[in-house]
Each structure stands twice: as structure tokens, then as C-alpha cells.
């Protein structure tokens, strides 16, 4: 299975960013091919709706590291999208990205799975409410099956992640896909 790994925190040693390695490091363990794309180090424009993707050829009019992201982005099984919870949403690193998945919208639809992860520093999951009701909108739209979530909590730096259950869940939910 080709999995595709999207994260969104500018932190290379981070929460979310340990997540994403243990998720691969179980994909991988259990044969699958994984990309890893870091948004945060990437030059993305945000989507502005010009149309232009729609009216020649699915040709997007930012030349920019999307065009790195599209063709793995096309040809996945599995998008999982991994982010920290900085103000009730995920951040506009992955955001940004995602709203640029509108070029490729009559070719993602169905066929594919999902998994969500994020890290907050907050104790209440209902910080994480607005990634969770954006992804849930976002697979259903796209008619994509969702393998999974992990939403970790109280998780503000990477010892106290490292202390919890989630980096364990994050390897096992990626050995399983």
C-alpha cells in the first residue's frame, strides 16, 4: 500500500512530528510504502479559487512544492494527516495544503483511507473539535474510509508525549493499515 504522511508542525522534533515517525516506523515495519511531506519546510501558496485547476487541464496556477505533494497525494491508499492543535483546528501549515487538494478534487474522490493525529497541549479533547469535524467533513466529502485517530492529549512537549500511550497507538495504527 502506498501511504502518504502529511504533517503540519514547523517543530522537527516535536509532538506531532513523533507521532508521524512512529506511524511510519509501523507502516513500514508491515511492508507498506511510505512518503513523508512536511509542510511547514515546504513553499505552498494558499488556494485562492481562481478556477484555473478547473478550466485547463487540472493545471494549478502556484508553481510551488504542491507540485512535489500531487502525484503521491493521486496515487495513495492512505492520507494521514498529522498536526498540532495550536487554536481549536489543525495548523495552517497542513491547512494550507489541504485547501490546495481542490486542483485534484475529480481525482481523490473515493478509494481511499484516512487517519488523523494531533497533538494539544490542553487536557479537553473538545480543543481538537475543529480538525475533528474538518477531517470527518473532509473524508465523507471524498468518500474515504477512515482508518483511524489519534488525538493526544496533555501532550505539550515531547517527554510528556513520550510518557503516554498515543506514540505506541500511533506504531500499531500504522502496522495495521
Known sequence: MKVL??????????????????????????????????AAFKDIHPCIACEKCHTDASVCTFK???????PHL????????????????????????????????????????????????DKSGATASGAIESFKGMTKYLDWE???SIIALNCMTLDMLKNTRYPNSAYELGKSL
Open 64 to 70: 510551488d512544492d504542491m507540485n512535489e505533494l500531487n
Open 5 to 38: 504522511v502529511i504533517t503540519g508542525s514547523a517543530h522537527k522534533n516535536g509532538t506531532s512530528a513523533y507521532l508521524a515517525e512512529r506511524f511510519i516506523q509501523g507502516a513500514e515495519e508491515a511492508g507498506h510504502e511510505v512518503y513523508r511531506f512536511d
Open 74 to 121: 493521486i496515487e495513495a491508499d492512505v492520507v494521514v494527516l498529522v498536526s498540532p492543535i495550536y487554536y481549536f483546528d489543525i495548523n495552517a501549515q497542513l491547512k494550507v495544503v489541504i485547501d490546495r487538494f481542490y486542483a485534484n478534487d475529480s481525482l481523490l474522490h473515493g478509494d481511499k483511507k484516512a487517519v488523523l493525529m494531533v497533538t494539544m497541549a
Open 146 to 148: 477512515v482508518k483511524g
